[in-house]
């Protein structure tokens, strides 16, 4: 390995340098805050666990998306978490339960084998909150709600939001008799927004005429809320679930816009993200300018099950470092105080006071020279008589 190697960063992983982590850390602290007031409560996970519990329940994507490491004290497998979502069911399930309502929130690392977008992290900071055993529309509802205070939060003004429900596809694929290598197949295809290949493939597999127009006909039905209407109309000899969902969509995103009358909203029946483990409905929220979602979340009843409760849940989650980003969020780099060197007690008393004002005082140092930390120091304290004063620095 050479010189110039050894600084070199794996592709993905980035280190935040000081003017923007303090922009992140202030954004984090902002975000925690928020949460708290909504009654949600944060929750520390360790970022290593064992499989086991680590890789159930959330589908194959996040199976694939996580490292692997032999635990040198048991000899079991461990995971380095991709999500942090697991673990807060783990912990309402086991380690903090609640017969009722529990609404937690979180903040931490995570670590992915590949980007899950084109040039997108690898090591994002994860932030979110899931709300757990409440199954009604309501907390669809509250969650949404605190996903778009946390956009706006961060200084993203203008936000979109992208409603699905994977009740809709799950209904269709069984009135269609699909086997599970026929909906994967069929799975893949909608993600790829590929009509064409969709019509080709419905044509080849499916022979029930009705099945079969339903199927066709799913890829089409996005846009505004004119879009459930044509769905209505499509699906109306379809299945109660699939037009249980269409009445769930609508209500929430009435509530929505009752709420935020400035967020457009956006609906794609054809959506599949999250199929493997959420149970009904889907959202994200995007902005202008930028094409991967900004947060994204969803209902996942049952998750805790394989902790021994079968818990209704729905949260969200979005990558700090992103929308810090994108929202321009914090202020320009503070001035500072600068402390000479002098080893007198009343001036050290003087310093404490400043800082714990709220004052950043940086004490000088025979080796620091003209350094940008000492250009950071707009202020001096000045002895005047018997006292220390603060004068701008000229």
């Known amino acids: 390995m050479t010189q110039a190697e050894r600084w070199m960063l794996p592709d993905g992983i980035a280190e935040i340098l000081p003017a923007d982590a303090k922009r992140v850390e202030t954004l984090r602290r902002n975000l925690l805050d928020l949460y708290h007031r909504w009654g949600y409560e944060l929750i520390i ?35 380095i978490r991709a999500d942090i979502t697991p673990q807060a069911a783990r912990i309402d399930s086991h380690s903090f ?54 956009l706006r939060t961060a200084g993203i003004s203008e936000i979109h939001l992208d409603f699905g429900h994977v009740a809709i596809f799950r209904s269709l694929a069984e009135a269609a008799g699909l086997d599970s290598e026929q909906k994967q197949e069929l799975i893949e295809l909608l993600q790829s927004k590929a009509v064409a290949d969709i019509e080709r493939w419905v044509e080849e597999n499916i022979e029930d005429a009705e099945p079969a127009s339903w199927l066709r006909t799913l890829p089409r039905l996005a846009g505004g809320t004119e879009c459930l209407g044509r769905a209505r109309e499509v699906f109306g000899s379809a299945p109660e679930a699939l037009r249980r969902a269409l009445d769930e969509l609508q209500q929430v995103a009435d509530a929505v816009a009752r709420r935020y009358p400035e967020v457009a909203l956006f609906f794609d029946l054809g959506e599949m993200r999250g ?13 202008p300018g930028h094409g991967q979602a900004l947060a994204n979340g969803g209902r996942y009843n049952g998750i805790g099950a394989v ?12 990558d700090l470092v992103t929308i810090n980003a994108l929202g321009g969020n914090g202020a320009g780099e503070e001035g500072a105080i600068l402390a000479p060197l002098d080893g ?14 709220g004052e950043i005082v940086i ?11 000492l250009a950071r120091c707009d202020r001096e304290l000045v002895r005047e008589g018997d006292t220390w004063v603060v004068k701008p620095r000229g």
């Open 45 to 79: 996970p360790p970022m290593v666990e064992f499989t086991d519990s680590l890789l159930i329940g959330m589908g194959r994507d996040v199976d694939l998306s996580t490292f692997r490491v032999t635990d040198q004290l048991s000899g079991r497998s461990l995971g």
């Open 97 to 150: 339960p609640r017969s009722g309502a529990n609404r937690l929130c979180y903040a931490g690392q995570v670590l992915y084998t590949r980007p899950r977008t084109p040039m997108g992290p690898r090591a994002p900071i994860q932030i979110g909150a899931e709300l757990y055993g409440v199954d009604s529309l309501y907390g669809d509802i509250e969650v949404i709600s605190l996903m778009i205070e946390t």
């Open 275 to 287: 199929y493997d483990y959420e149970t009904g409905l889907v959202f994200a929220a995007y902005s």
């Open 307 to 318: 902790f021994g409760r079968d818990r209704a849940a729905t949260g969200f989650s979005t």
């Open 344 to 357: 007198c007690e009343q001036l050290w008393r003087k310093v404490e006071a400043l800082r714990a004002a």
């Open 363 to 373: 004490s000088a140092m025979p080796e620091q020279g003209d350094s940008e930390t």
